[in-house]
């Protein structure tokens, strides 16, 4: 994929802020993404419930639950789940 072209967002949803707050304030794992292992396919993007990973396949741990649906679906292994440090 060229830089000039983009790749369609298929997220049925964006994230917003709930009733209860931002939702990544009580997660237990964050995805880390290793960008020398990733060959930026975009499943990571697409199979996220929460449409938190951009176009960079940068994460928004603002919003990010940390369920690992990203790490799991990764055909490279180049997501770790990693324990949240308080």
């Known amino acids: 994929m060229t830089p000039s ?3 369609e967002r298929l997220a049925m949803s964006r994230p917003l802020e709930g009733a209860t707050g931002k939702t990544g304030t009580w997660r237990v794992f964050r995805p880390v993404v290793d960008k020398e292992t990733c060959n930026a ?3 990571c993007a697409t199979y996220c419930p929460d449409g ?3 176009d960079d396949l940068e994460i928004d741990l603002t919003y990010c639950k940390g369920c690992g649906i990203c790490a799991n679906e990764c055909p490279k292994k180049a997501i ?3 324990r949240e440090e308080k």
């Open 5 to 7: 072209q983009k790749r």
């Open 41 to 43: 396919c975009g499943l």
């Open 52 to 54: 938190v990973i951009s």
């Open 80 to 82: 770790a789940m990693v």
